[in-house]
């Protein structure tokens, strides 16, 4: 909800403030129902910018990692980061993503940017820079497609994986439907830890006993053809 205040109050002030541009604002939003959290301090230009970190890893726990959530797919993170510290010792910071297209726009301005002043020291994008300190895989997680996350993945410093809702699924709640396009927190815990085992991290076994503890079907036809 934060969110949305924050955006609303911006836009507002581009399109009619002082010095207003000419330029047109949107919200894409959910109509599921769910406690909102609170808001973080300072936090107000990550939400513009489209990235900002919402929640640090917890502390106590040496491997690291990252889980990028929209909306209400914070919880299946929240869930996740609790289980993987929990379970495995994995400690995952939590990152908000308002807008991958605004990420995606700059990191493309940044590239332009470099590319016409070879003789300049480059600049990063803000992805990069955000990013930059996670140290381990980074899952991003949300009710989207996984081609919207996907935009800003050649600039995601280290191992990326989205989880996306590529697919036509039919179910009787949200969470049998979240099951169903492995964005649940189940998945995002079993996607965290077979980045950190493609980097060496930890065992395949660790993946396995994860994929046995959420009763995950690993034999079950991709969504996208069920």
Do not use: C
């Not at 016409?116 to 497609?145: K, Q």
């Not at 994929?211 to 034999?219: G, K, M, P, S, V």
């Amino acid at each position: 909800a934060y969110e949305t205040a924050v955006i609303v109050e911006h836009g507002l002030r581009e399109m009619y403030g002082p010095e207003a541009k000419d330029v047109f604002y949107y919200l894409t939003l959910y109509n599921e129902n769910y406690p909102m959290p609170p808001k973080p301090a300072g936090v107000e230009a990550g939400i513009i910018a489209g990235l900002y970190n919402w929640a640090p890893a917890p502390e106590g726990v040496a491997r690291r990692g990252a889980v990028l959530f929209s909306g209400p797919a914070q919880r299946a993170a929240r869930q996740a980061q609790a289980d993987l510290a929990a379970h495995y010792g994995v400690g995952v910071e939590l990152w908000s993503a308002t807008s991958y297209k605004a990420l995606r726009e700059e990191a493309l301005e940044v590239e332009r940017w470099n590319r016409l002043h070879p003789a300049e020291p480059p600049r990063l994008p803000f992805v990069t820079r955000s990013l930059g300190e996670v140290g381990g895989p980074i899952v991003a997680v949300s009710d989207y497609l996984k081609a919207v996350p996907d935009q800003i993945g050649r600039w995601v410093p280290g191992r990326f994986l989205p989880l996306g809702t590529d697919g036509y699924g039919r179910s009787d709640t949200r969470e049998a439907l979240r099951r169903f396009f492995e964005v649940d927190a189940g998945h995002v815990v079993v996607a965290v830890l077979a980045g950190l085992a493609a980097d060496g991290a930890v065992a395949p076994e660790v993946v396995a006993e994860a994929i046995t503890r959420y009763q995950i079907d690993a034999d079950a036809a991709d969504p996208r053809w069920r």
